[in-house]
Every structure is written in C-alpha cells, then in structure tokens.
C-alpha cells in the first residue's frame, strides 16, 4: 500500500526539505517503509549525506500542495525530531522519525528502505474528503509536468476541479488553485520533483 505523507529531511548545514512522498507501507503499524524519490530530488540527496529524515501523516493539504512544487512559504512550524536528527511538522498528524537502511541507484525510481526509529502523535487526523483526495491527486499530476502530455494534466485538472467545487472549504479551494496557476504556468521541460 502506498501512505501519501509529508517527509522532511536535513542537508548538512542544516537547511530543511519539506517533500510529499508515497511511501510503500505495510499494514497501519509499520516499522520499515520504502520510499521511491526521483535521481534529482532533495530528499535523496539529503538522505544520502545525512539518512535519517521524518515521515508525517497530515491532512494539511495546503502545505501538500506548496511542497509538491517548490519550496514552503512561510514554512510551516517545526520541532526537533525525538530520536533522529531532523525536524517534526509541529501540525501534523502523527509521524515517523527513521533511520535509512539501504539504498538502490539501479531503476529511474530510487529504491530507499527505512527503518522507523520513534513513532509520534499531535492530534487526530481529521481525514480527506472528496476535495481533499483531489487536491492529492492534483499534486501529483504537478509534480508530473514534465512526465505527461500536458493535455492529458489538463483533463484531469478539469475532473477534479468538479470534485473541489462540489466538496471543497476554503483549504481544498486555495490549494487547488495554487496547483492549477502552476500547472497552467509550468513550461514544457519544468518538474516539480522534491
């Protein structure tokens, strides 16, 4: 099962990268994980110098979408990590502070296997509805526009904007949209990898 969540990692001067990631899970009461990060993102390149990072569960889906595009702004709330060297979101649900195991350069997706180190818990999730699934989903497509045509973004932009609209706060609307201005501005050759 892929668990869509927030992972934040440290670079060795300290700098914090706030990426949404899918990792492949097993059960509701994990202890190891995989993650899968593109060759150039942040997270594996902080992972590599540093391997220790936090998984966060949240339904926070504003800050999803600020994270699945470029940087976080203002960033959110942080506090040091119980038992790794990183930073927790101070908001999110419950997270996962890990310690990486192991890491495989040999497919286009890096294969990187955790180790949960500490489990933590701030609040009850509150859950996605319709809206909040779509805006998941618009990430993703988001971070896609340099993988699929962009006609193909757009018809599904358009499918789930009717979930927005019809099941949407003011949350869901403003990421929503946040997504859809960088979709629309995005130039042929751009990504939006973390």
């Keep these: 099962m892929i668990l869509e969540g927030i992972v934040t990692t440290v670079s060795p001067t300290g700098v914090v990268n706030i990426a949404p990631m899918g990792p492949r899970v ?19 390149a902080h992972l590599k110098l540093h391997p220790e990072g936090v998984l966060h569960v949240t339904d ?9 595009v470029g940087a976080v702004d ?16 101070a908001d999110a649900c419950r997270w996962y502070e890990f310690r990486v195991t192991a ?11 955790a180790e949960v ?3 933590g818990r701030s609040r009850d999730f509150f859950g996605f509805n319709r809206a909040k699934h779509a805006v998941v989903e618009a990430a993703i497509l988001a ?25 949407g706060g003011a949350e869901e609307h403003r990421a929503f949209d946040f997504l859809q201005e960088y979709v629309d501005g995005a130039a042929p050759g751009e990504d939006g990898t973390p």
């Design 103 to 113: 890491i495989d350069e040999r497919e286009e997706r890096v294969r990187i296997e």
């Design 26 to 44: 097993e059960g509701a009461d994990f202890r190891h994980f995989l993650l899968r990060p593109f060759p150039t993102s942040k997270t594996l």
């Design 143 to 167: 971070t896609r526009v340099r993988l699929l045509p962009a006609d193909e973004i757009a018809a599904e932009f358009r499918r789930l904007a009717v979930m927005v609209g019809k099941t």
């Design 74 to 89: 203002p960033p959110p709330r942080m506090m040091p990590a119980n038992v790794v060297q990183g930073q927790v979101l």
């Design 117 to 119: 180190v500490h489990v």
């Design 60 to 68: 926070d889906v504003w800050l999803l979408a600020q994270a699945a």
